[in-house]
């Protein structure tokens, strides 16, 4: 098992324990987070800092059921286990049971009362914690949540385990017997392809698969799967180093964008009009 | 010590809900107009629904299906016809009108010939009761099924059956001794690329166009004696405890299609603006969504009702029958009153509620129309 010290950002850890020596078989951790349904309509909780959870129907992130589809992808050709991993309240199980469904092979949940209110940076740490408990020799996160938005779980987490990275990936290429990954990206432009050793972080995109649908069989199945609860002690995290106390980044607010002021409607001569909206769009907008 | 009545689901059943929905949503609506408009037969959609075990629900997974409880089904099918009434007919008839007396009164050995790729959806079913003069009084079969040999000889007509023009195998009624009435009647399994049958009318209809209405010719139609499914004699018998299950389904559609109508209300009359303000600010519009949304609520509860009796395995013929009845008319009631709401709108096909119209109107007739329901529930409560 990797070994890695209490800070994860002070030195580095071997590369987890190589469970393919016995031939192209496995074991894949997928991050997943639950958050609100695209379709829900949000609003601010009392305190001003949290969403109201009442009412809010809650989902897998978007991008994770990416995740999700690859891992399972991968393990359908070569064999091995597929491990979700969440942190999150009582509630994360509806989606691990989801992704369980899909076909994982288990499930496991973080969650302490310490752990409100994590940043991504802590967020990651606590992910890092429990990754190192196991065996890995690739690891799957969204590329973002939909919810906050902020893109940089995956690359915290691919620092604190020692680990290469590939972000925003649309296309993946796994050798399992010479340990590789040749990753594709779309960037401005351009395709890039990275390629480096395994085990290592992927963060994926939409165009990468198409997720499946759990099938009744399996969401029957999917409540006889292993489902583990860890929480602060069993992860050996100083309730200090977590949650709000241990964050980089404190929300102080939320606030609803203001709603669509009233449209501007230029009426007239067409070459008059199209000299006017061309003013407005520079002087009043500044877009163009 | 008390103990508190539930009106929760299983994580299962809210497990199946959520798939089907997000499926239904992103896989089924989106060709709901086209294939009414086109009249045509959904295949791409019934193969994926294939696969995820949508076509044979009920069944035991050691028989090809997905082995899930009648509350499940009913959830699925109210997501389906939710999405597209067409699809969720196709697929209640498969599930309710096929498998489900392939399940329960099959030979184990036809059980494994039929009963499995139905279930797995790689054939599709059709369920052949109805007659020119043989509908609410089902008992009235000219169909003959005469044995000659160690082979049933089919002739006769039947009309009004859906999925006809696409299926591979049919639960047919014919009568075997024209002398006994009720008893007279048989069921068969037959598979319909049998010589002597044949695809008559293909009807046009008011709605569910996506789904194929056929009638079924039988012209010497000779099939093999041990595909008689049931006892000989046990036909009508067979035909009225599946319709038991069917109107689960039915219900089940109806509650959908109301679903449908109503969150379609609400959005419009939030985003039409009348007299300077949005017409979900007026009572008038706020009592009929009031009133949508209770019934629908009613509705609902009543199949859940029904299908959890079909689940303990007790008798459910009248919650069945007043499910079916008091769904179906909901969903006529609420997909009115979406019409009435959209106002000119509501009339023509750039907004969905028009269909939703037309595709309520069928669940008042198949399966029993509701005076068949009223029929059944008050021989009930006068017994």
Known sequence: MAQCGDDPTDRPCDRGQWTTDHGPTMNIIVCVKQVPDTATKVRIGKDGRHIDPEGVKFIVNTYDDFAVEEAIRLKERFGGEVTVISMGPERVKEALRMCLA???????????????????????????????????????????????????VPSYLAEMLRLPQATVVVKLEVDPVAKKFIAYRDIEGAKEVLEGPLPAVISTQWKLNEPRYPTLPNIMKAKKKELKELNAGALGLDPTMVGEKGSRVRVLGMELPPPRSKGKILKGDPKEVARELVRLLREEAKVI | MGSVMRFELTEDQKMIRQMVREFAEKEVAPLAAQIDAEARFPEETLRKMAKL???????????????????????????????????????????????????????????????????????????????????????????????????????????????????????????????????????????????????????????????????????????????????????????????????????????????????????????????????????????????????????????????????????????????????????????????????????????????????????????????????????????
């Open chain 2, 53 to 383: 075990n949508l076509l044979g629900m009920m069944v035991p997974e050691k028989y090809g299906g997905a082995g899930v409880d009648t509350v499940s089904y009913v959830l699925a099918m109210e997501e389906i016809a939710k999405a597209c009434a067409s699809t969720s007919t196709i697929m209640t008839v498969n599930n309710s009108l096929v498998c489900d007396p392939l399940l329960r009164y099959g030979t184990e050995a036809q059980k494994q010939k039929y009963l499995v790729p139905l279930a797995k959806g790689e054939l599709l079913g059709c369920f052949g009761l109805s007659e020119p003069n043989a509908g609410s009084d089902a008992a009235n079969q000219q169909t003959t099924a005469t044995l000659k040999g160690d082979k049933w000889v089919l002739n006769g007509r039947k009309n009004f059956t859906t999925n006809g023009a696409h299926a591979d195998i049919c639960i047919l009624f014919a009568s075997t001794d024209k002398t006994k009435g009720h008893h007279g009647i048989s069921a068969f399994i037959v598979e319909l690329d049998t010589p002597g049958f044949s695809i008559g009318k293909i009807e046009k209809k008011l709605g569910i166009c996506g789904s194929d209405t056929a009638s079924l010719v039988f012209e010497d139609c000779t099939i093999p004696e041990e595909n008689l499914l049931g006892e000989l004699g046990s036909g009508f018998k067979i035909a009225m405890g599946t319709l038991d299950g069917g109107r689960i389904g039915i219900a089940a559609q109806a509650v959908g299609i109301a679903r449908a109508a109503l969150e379609q209300s609400v959005k419009y009359s939030k985003e039409r603006v009348q007299f300077g303000q949005p017409i979900s600010s007026f009572q008038a519009i706020q009592w009929m969504l009031a009133d949508m949304g209770t019934e629908i609520e009613c509705a609902h509860l009543l199949t859940l009702k029904a299908a959890t009796l079909k689940d303990k395995g007790v008798r459910h013929t009248k919650e069945s029958a007043m499910a079916k009845l008091f769904a179906s008319e909901t969903a006529m009631r609420a997909t009115t009153k979406a019409v009435q709401i959209h106002g000119g709108y509501g009339y023509i096909k750039d907004y969905p509620v028009e269909r939703f119209f037309r595709d309520a109107k069928i669940t008042e007739i198949y399966e029993g129309t509701s005076e068949i329901q009223r029929l059944v529930i008050a021989t009930y409560l006068l017994k």
């Open chain 1, 102 to 152: 899909m076909g994982a092979d288990k499930a496991i949940q973080l969650w302490d009362p310490a752990f409100e209110d994590s940043d991504p940076y802590t967020t990651a740490l606590i992910l890092s914690k429990a990754i190192q408990q196991l065996p890995y020799d690739l690891i799957f996160c969204g590329k973002q949540a939909i919810d906050r938005d902020t893109t940089s």
